[in-house]
């Protein structure tokens, strides 16, 4: 059984799961945690990683030893070597982690780690850019408490952020995995994801999936869409920072309280995930015409996936 790897497009160096407080009951504990995997179960299942698992196969069975991690709580794009020719871009930064207390923000690019330079590396055995896999190293060669530096570009600026390395306490996990329902009839897939991280220093911001071909997408708070291979309209709502847009443009439609929509013909190739986003378009800000020019819908990422 071979198992399929996940989207490559992202790579998070964070915790799956944050550790459950010591004052919680035993049961507490045990029913947060149960809240938890059933989420991360579903998030791994819309992204293909169960597409492999037969009803004929056995279990498969995945065990973790105790051990210290490092929760550096940054998202980064690790696709190819291109992406990171630069360096590692951040597209996302966990709040309270280690990163975020360091100051890396979302839209930096990571130059070097220590004394380790992270661009133009090139791609690992799996096609990603293998900065990341140096990233990761030197973060495991770390002891606890040893100071972690990390050289940033942001825009024209180079910033030298440092401070001492921190370890979490990681319990021993066993996981079984057996075959589910199986794949849902009618053939070949695709999906399509508001999962918000897109790359602010693109001025793409996270945006709404309100019909697909003129029919409600789905529920509220929904980040996953599965669509049938072919050419669809998407109608889709900005969520646009508003401390990014002038208080003329606010005032002049009352984008305080609800968002601007549009749509965006998109042809959805079979066993791809498309990453939908809200474009900002800063240059006609004070000038967005009948047609709200200021904002377009955007796919701004593919990656390969499998539906479940």
């Not at 900065?131 to 040893?146: E, I, K, V, W």
């Not at 910033?159 to 053939?187: F, I, K, N, T, W």
């Not at 509220?220 to 443009?249: F, K, M, W």
């Not at 986003?277 to 015409?289: C, D, F, M, T, V």
Request: with cysteine; hydrophobic share 45%; glycine share 10%.
């Amino acid at each position: 059984m071979s198992m399929p790897r996940l989207p490559s497009c992202l790579l998070v160096l964070a915790a799956t799961f944050a550790t459950a407080p010591a004052a919680l009951a035993d049961g507490d504990v045990a029913a947060q945690l149960r809240d938890e995997l059933g989420t991360l179960r579903l998030q791994l299942a819309e992204r293909g990683l169960f597409a492999d698992l037969g009803a004929t196969d056995a279990p498969l069975t995945v065990e973790l030893p105790a051990d210290r991690g490092v929760d550096l709580g940054l998202v980064v794009d690790s696709t190819d070597a291109a992406h990171a020719r630069d360096g590692l871009h951040v597209l996302a930064v966990a709040p309270g982690s280690l990163g975020a207390r360091m100051g890396v923000q979302a839209g930096d690019v990571l130059a070097r780690v220590n004394t380790a330079p992270l661009a133009g590396l090139g791609t690992d055995a799996d096609g990603r850019a293998a900065a990341a896999a140096r990233l990761r190293q030197a973060l495991d060669a770390l002891p606890d408490g040893a100071p972690l530096a990390l050289d940033v570009r942001r825009g024209a600026r180079t910033l030298a952020l440092s401070a001492p390395l921190q370890r979490v306490d990681l319990p021993a996990m066993r996981v079984e995995l057996s075959a589910g329902a199986g794949p849902a009839a009618g053939g070949s897939c695709a999906r399509i994801t508001t999962f918000d991280v897109a790359p602010r220093n693109r001025h793409i911001y996270s945006a709404a999936l309100l019909l697909i071909d003129g029919r409600n997408a789905g529920v509220s708070g929904q980040e996953s869409y599965r669509v049938d291979p072919g050419r669809h309209v998407l109608t889709v709502g900005e969520r646009i920072d508003r401390r990014q847009l002038p208080s003329t443009l606010i005032a002049r439609a009352g984008r305080d309280s609800r968002v601007s929509t549009k749509t965006l013909e998109v042809d959805i190739r079979p066993g791809t995930l498309y990453y939908l986003g809200a474009q900002l378009h800063i240059e006609r800000l004070s000038n967005p015409g009948p047609d709200e020019a200021w904002w377009q819908p955007v796919i701004w990422l593919t990656a390969p996936a499998r539906c479940p």
